[in-house]
């Protein structure tokens, strides 16, 4: 398997599984190489609200990791809020 992102590389060798959260960017995980990690158990759980291509694709591996009952994928609307910044919510 790949690195995840570059850093993350130590986070796989941990004696406890982790749980991985991303709600800042997409792209800073290699997603294909998480969908692997979630499926082989070599990470507890995942949850996003980002993802590299914005809205994923039918054949992105995150649309198939919806089936998983480890990895959450939920909508990135922050800006959306009527509380958000000013100049995403209009």
């Known amino acids: 398997m790949g690195p995840l992102y570059t850093p993350f590389e130590d986070v796989l060798r941990m004696e406890r599984r982790p749980l991985l959260i991303n709600t800042a960017r997409g792209g800073l995980v290699d997603e294909r190489a998480l969908v692997d990690a979630l499926t082989t158990g070599q990470i507890a759980g995942a949850g996003f609200d980002v993802v590299t291509t914005e809205p994923p694709p039918a054949d ?9 009952p480890n990895f959450i994928l939920a909508p990135h609307v922050a800006g959306a809020e009527p509380r958000g910044s000013p100049r995403t919510a209009h």
């Open 60 to 68: 992105h591996p995150f649309m198939h990791a919806l089936a998983l």
